[in-house]
Structure formats: C-alpha cells, structure tokens
C-alpha cells in the first residue's frame, strides 16, 4: 500500500535523512523506530507532504506522491495523527472529529464506540481536554477522513500509564478490523504484542528491519540502537 524507497530530507543544509526505505502492507501494522532525533518525525513529514524530500520516492498503491501537497497524500488515503495531536483547540470534540471527515466505515457513532471518554466530552472544547483525551481525539479525526492507512507520530508520548493501556488496545483492535498502520513510538515492548513487522532508523539511515519474532529473538537491537 505504502512505499517509500531511497528517502532523503534536510532542513536547509542540515541533512537528516539518507536513503530510508520502508513499506506497509494492506492490514499490516508496522512500527518506525528510534532514538529521539533519529529522523522518525522527518519521515513522515516527508510522506504526507509537509517537508519536500531532497530525492527517493513515495508511492500510496504504486501511484506516486513524491512531494505531493499534503491534502493530495490525505485524498490517496492516508490519515495522520501527528505528533503534539494538534487538535483544533477552538473546537469543541464533535467538530473536530466532522471537520475533516469523509464518507465511509468510520462513523461518529463508531468513534464514539472506540472512545467512550469523547462521546461524554462531545460538547467540550479541544482545549478544556486532558492529554490522553486529546489523543484519543487526534485518533479519532484521523479515522473520521476514513484513511487506508492511519499513520500515529508519537502515540502514546507524555500520556499516563493508563491512558497508554487505552491507546494500545485501541490500535489492537484497529488491526483486528483490518486496519493497516505505521506507528512511531518508543513502547518496544507494548508494540511488540500487536505489530507485524519493525524499522529501526539511526541517523537517518534504516539499520534494521524484522518481523516481531526477529526483534524478541535479537534483544541486542534494543540495546543498540533504542534505548538511551
């Protein structure tokens, strides 16, 4: 579905990614991983057309979308939640899961359904909302533009252990409906539990790649390159 091959990015001269390959499959669930300052953020910002790539190519089902303006990447099918959630903060919950939505399976009665929390709070504005909610929020506006392929920058950063134990099991069961997504985040061990396979990126360069076996059987990878 997604395919990203030979990426490169920089901010003005400063060069952050060198060639970084990665895809995602129809249902598959993938994780990009890292240290802090790696490049993770930069490659999705380069995916969804907020940063234009220096060279390489990204395709959304061999259609090319190479620097392609971001609402263009949103239309082939791919949803954000971006890093920071950034929700509309002047928008009270029922408008920002409307204001980007289009027609399909995901529904404000389904998003409801995966956040009970939002349907209580539908009336509240975006900033009267606790961190964890407005995750589940951002969540929420993404599956609402019905996306092929939902793509979480940081999802569970700066959030409560409870709230994590939320999100998780919200992504396990968005994988269970068939749902294909790129995760970034730096729970190896939560992700562990529902994700296919595994990118770790170090200095903006792919260094591995492996399925969830792999990682559990290579625990030197952890040690490596993940932990600080």
């Not at 490169?8 to 990614?17: D, F």
């Not at 790129?182 to 591995?208: C, M, P, S, Y």
Request: neutral net charge; aromatic residues 4%.
């Amino acid at each position: 579905m997604l395919q990203v091959k030979g990426l490169e990015a920089a901010y003005g001269e400063s060069r952050i990614l060198f060639g970084v390959d990665l895809h995602v499959d129809q249902g598959e669930v993938v994780t990009l991983l890292g240290r802090n300052g790696m490049g993770k953020t930069t490659t999705v910002k380069s995916i969804f057309g907020l940063l234009a790539p220096r060279a390489g190519q990204v395709t959304v089902d061999g259609r090319d979308l190479t620097g392609a303006d971001p609402h263009q990447v949103a239309r082939a099918g791919l949803g954000l939640v971006p890093e920071g959630r950034q929700i509309f903060p002047t928008l009270n919950v029922e408008e920002n899961l409307r204001a980007t939505a289009r027609t399909g399976k995901w529904t404000l009665a389904r998003i409801y359904d995966l956040f009970p929390r939002l349907h209580e709070r539908r009336r509240n504005m975006g900033n009267q909302l606790s961190g964890g909610e407005q995750q589940m929020l951002a969540i929420g506006r993404a599956l609402m533009t019905n996306p092929r392929l939902i793509v979480l920058d940081e999802a569970t950063e700066g959030l409560a252990p409870l709230i994590r134990a939320d999100i998780w099991a919200c992504l396990a069961r968005l994988k269970a409906e068939g749902e294909a997504i790129l995760v970034i985040d730096k729970n190896v061990d939560a992700l562990t539990r529902f994700a296919d396979r595994h990118v770790v990126i170090e200095k903006g360069r792919v260094v591995w790649t492996g399925s969830t076996a792999d990682i559990l059987a290579t625990p030197d990878v952890k040690d490596r390159f993940l932990h600080v």
